[in-house]
């Protein structure tokens, strides 16, 4: 004999599904438990019953799909025209990618004839002169450099006051 | 429990093709059982018109990844429409039901016995008005799982495909649901004892 009484919960499931727990023994000489699961199988029915009631009671709308299918045609219409859009701008960015490179070459191409490419050792500046002739409006300067003198400069000490005494 | 008199699976495949008229016939079968399950899960006639509307416009875009295989079509768009349900109800409260609402539930009892005399008539009204006001209270996801096992007279490994759960889960929320109503009756009872009012047959006898 099984003294313990069981939770109100296992009561409840026991109510609705036997195999879960034997409480034959139990339940043979215990008139609360019994009575517990009664109240749950009593409840069971109620709340079926109440349940269907409440379905049967309930104002159900006249079934119209016109709604469904608006909104169906209408996320079809938005699908399609994301779709278009998508395509459009595929489109546009492989031409641009066609396109570019022979434009840009052709600017390349024009730029690169009056540029000048500097390298190599600085050399020193052996003369320099102004030419302004009577034609041009803008003085020149000439700027020539002999490459094969490389002079390093020495060191110059700044020029110092003179004395006060001499 | 319906789409009675037309073949299903037919329907199906012709709206997978994108054919209207069979969407609509699919609609006209699954519509009133897809409101009446909405509203018994969220007690507001307008939320349930639209989640009815959402879950069928999921479905019908959706029908490519139904199986027939695996179960009835209102099997698969039952856990769209319970699914489309709780994120409807998620964060909002629920309203009360109409008192015009709780007198038809009480007129048109589904199961119950016609009473014959006015005053077991009257009780048993009574009776049902207190269970369905009770039903109210009880927590969600245990009115859920009440709603499913006893209004679609799911099995237990039903209940639980639904919100994803295992079996016992289920078995606990059901219990739970029991064991909630249990209390608020027991609550309504001590409040009524003094009208000297016998709800519960089980108590009397």
Redesign the interface.
């Given at each position: 004999m099984n003294g313990k009484h069981p939770g109100?919960?296992q009561l409840?499931?026991l109510?609705?599904?036997a195999a879960?727990w034997n409480a034959a023994d139990h339940l043979g000489w215990c008139a609360r438990c019994r009575?517990?699961l009664?109240?749950?199988?009593?409840?069971?029915?109620?709340?079926?019953?109440?349940?269907?009631?409440?379905?049967?009671?309930?104002?159900?709308?006249r079934?119209d799909?016109g709604?469904?299918?608006s909104?169906?045609g209408r996320?079809a219409g938005h699908l399609s025209r994301n779709r278009l859009a998508f395509a459009a701008t595929a489109a546009l960015l492989v031409c641009v990618m066609i396109a570019a490179p022979s434009l840009l070459g052709r600017r390349v191409r024009a730029g690169s004839l009056g540029t000048v490419s500097a390298s190599g050792v600085p050399t020193p500046v052996v003369a320099a002169s102004t030419d302004s002739r009577a034609g041009d409006r803008v003085p020149r300067i000439r700027v020539s450099a002999d490459p094969g003198a490389m002079v390093t400069l020495s060191f110059v000490p700044p020029p110092t006051p003179p004395d006060a005494d001499a | 429990m319906m789409a009675e008199g037309f073949d299903v699976s037919a329907a199906i495949a012709r709206a997978r093709e994108g054919h209207?008229a069979a969407?609509?016939r699919i609609?006209?079968a699954f519509?009133?059982a897809a409101?009446?399950?909405a509203?018994?899960l969220l007690s507001d006639?307008m939320d349930?018109?639209e989640v009815v509307?959402d879950a069928?416009?999921y479905a019908?875009?959706n029908l490519d990844q139904y199986d027939p295989d695996r179960g009835a079509f209102w099997t698969w768009l039952r856990v769209i429409l319970v699914s489309r349900c709780r994120n409807k109800r998620r964060g909002k409260r629920l309203p009360r039901?109409s008192l015009q609402?709780l007198n038809?539930?009480?007129a048109?009892?589904?199961?119950?016995k016609p009473a014959t005399d006015p005053g077991l008539a009257l009780d048993r009204f009574e009776?049902?008005r207190e269970?369905?006001e009770a039903?109210q209270e009880v927590s969600a996801g245990a009115r859920d799982a009440?709603?499913l096992?006893?209004?679609e007279g799911l099995a237990?490994a039903e209940v639980a495909g639904i919100p994803g759960c295992s079996e016992d889960a289920a078995?606990?929320r059901?219990?739970?649901g029991?064991?909630q109503?249990?209390q608020l009756?027991a609550a309504r009872d001590d409040a009524s004892a003094a009208q000297g009012r016998v709800v519960?047959?089980?108590?009397a006898?």
């Open positions: 109100e919960l409840a499931r109510s609705d599904e879960v009575r517990i009664a109240d749950f199988q009593w409840l069971e029915g109620e709340v079926t019953a109440s349940l269907e009631a409440e379905a049967t009671a309930a104002p159900v709308p079934a799909c709604a469904v299918s909104r169906l996320s | 209207e969407q609509r609609y006209d519509h009133a409101y009446r399950l509203y018994l006639e349930a018109e509307q069928f416009v019908f875009r039901v609402i038809l539930a009480g048109a009892p589904a199961k119950a009776t049902r269970v369905h039903l009440l709603v096992r006893y209004y237990y078995r606990s059901v219990a739970h029991k064991s109503l249990r009756l519960r047959p089980a108590e006898g």
